[in-house]
């Protein structure tokens, strides 16, 4: 499994960013896929599930301004995140998995750095 996150940055608040996440090393058309978010000292959060039939989950705190999506061709997966707020700011990641086993999800990428200040 490789999993390549980028996309994050600088936004001020209100402000937006698309992540995207090349995968590779599984079947990813057959797989769901995760966001989920790491801030120092408070371990893996997850953000949103995108499933192989186009099924769609969201933490409540980012519904209504994160739209996960994904590109079977492209073997990636997006995170529009707009309206971003500064709790937002953490590390974001994705992982071949649903929205509880990227608990237990073990073989991360290096991650993307999203801060939102202004």
């Known amino acids: 499994v490789r999993l390549v996150e980028s996309g994050g940055g600088l936004v001020q608040p209100g402000g937006s960013l698309r992540l995207s996440c090349a995968a590779s090393?599984?079947?990813?058309?057959?797989?769901?896929m995760t966001w989920a978010r790491e801030t120092p000292g408070q371990g893996i959060d997850w953000v949103s599930t995108?499933?192989?039939?186009?099924?769609?989950y969201y933490e409540d705190s980012v519904k209504g301004r994160f739209t996960i999506s994904r590109d079977n061709a492209k073997n990636t997966v997006y995170l529009q995140m707009n309206n971003l707020k500064p709790e937002d700011t953490a590390a974001y990641f994705c992982?071949?998995?649903?929205?509880?086993?990227?608990?237990?999800?073990?073989?991360w990428g290096q991650g993307t750095q999203v801060t939102v200040s202004s």
């Open positions: 090393g599984f079947t990813f058309s057959d797989s769901p």
């Open positions: 992982a071949p998995t649903d929205e509880d086993e990227v608990y237990e999800f073990d073989r």
């Open positions: 995108i499933y192989s039939d186009g099924r769609v």
